[in-house]
T-cell receptor, first 114, second 112 residues
Framework: NAGVMQNPRHLVRRRGQEARLRCSPM?????VYWYRQLPEEGLKFMVY????????ESGMPKERFSAEFPKEGPSILRIQQVVRGDSAAYFC????????????FGSGTRLTVV | AQSVAQPEDQVNVAEGNPLTVKCTYS??????LFWYVQYPNRGLQFLLK??????LVKGSYGFEAEFNKSQTSFHLKKPSALVSDSALYFC??????????FGSGTRLSIRP
């Protein structure tokens, strides 16, 4: 049973380009969460999604960032017109249902904006 | 709103000695509490959780944590530290109805 799969592992983008980060949850998990980790800092919540629905996006920047979790396929975190400050590790986690199960994390995507 | 605090940026312990990594939380309602560990350039690995029941929770790699409701704490402990325990440890809390919030992390360093 594969864990949470994130790709790419490393992504380099020039300022102004778009970054697309993908996350395939564990089999049987219908809840997906995205977190951002800046160097030497903790994880900051970004968005919580279920299939075809955004449940909580209180941690998403108001502009340039969007997320989706379609009926078929992986969850996508999209960052438009990237800036240097977007450089971070982006982690996806999934759970079967509710918070009591805890999360299973992917290995993350490390975004570098040059 | 829920929050979690890890007051120590770094904890240094000699191998074989007991270790404690501190965590306090704030949440409305009953808390769901978690500990995760992160090794360099890796994602987070689940260690243990408290939902309900016995206040002493046992988890992976010999770690345990004690839920203390009156002190709103959930400290991580291990009786005898190993060099391989050196990593970044995150405490996390949820009020069961929303997302999990993570602390800022504590870097644990075990010297041989």
């Amino acid at each position: 049973n594969a864990g949470v799969m994130q790709n790419p592992r490393h992504l380099v983008r020039r300022r102004g380009q778009e970054a697309r980060l993908r996350c395939s949850p564990m089999k049987g998990h219908s809840h997906v969460y995205w977190y951002r980790q800046l160097p030497e800092e903790g994880l900051k919540f970004m968005v919580y999604l279920q299939k075809e629905n955004i449940i909580d996006e209180s941690g998403m920047p108001k502009e340039r960032f969007s997320a989706e979790f379609p009926k078929e396929g992986p969850s996508i975190l999209r960052i438009q017109q990237v800036v240097r400050g977007d450089s971070a590790a982006y982690f996806c986690a999934s759970s079967p249902a509710g918070q009591g199960f805890g999360y299973t994390f992917g290995s993350g995507t490390r975004l570098t904006v040059v | 709103a829920q929050s979690v605090a890890q007051p120590e940026d770094q904890v240094n312990v000699a191998e074989g000695n007991p270790l404690t990594v501190k965590c306090t939380y704030s949440v409305s309602g009953n808390p769901y509490l978690f500990w995760y560990v992160q090794y360099p350039n890796r994602g987070l690995q689940f260690l243990l959780k408290y939902i309900t029941g016995d206040n002493l929770v046992k988890g992976s790699y010999g770690f345990e944590a004690e839920f203390n409701k009156s002190q709103t704490s959930f400290h991580l402990k291990k009786p005898s530290a190993l060099v391989s325990d050196s990593a970044l440890y995150f405490c996390a809390v949820s009020d069961s109805a929303s997302k999990i919030i993570f602390g800022s992390g504590t870097r644990l360093s075990i010297r041989p």
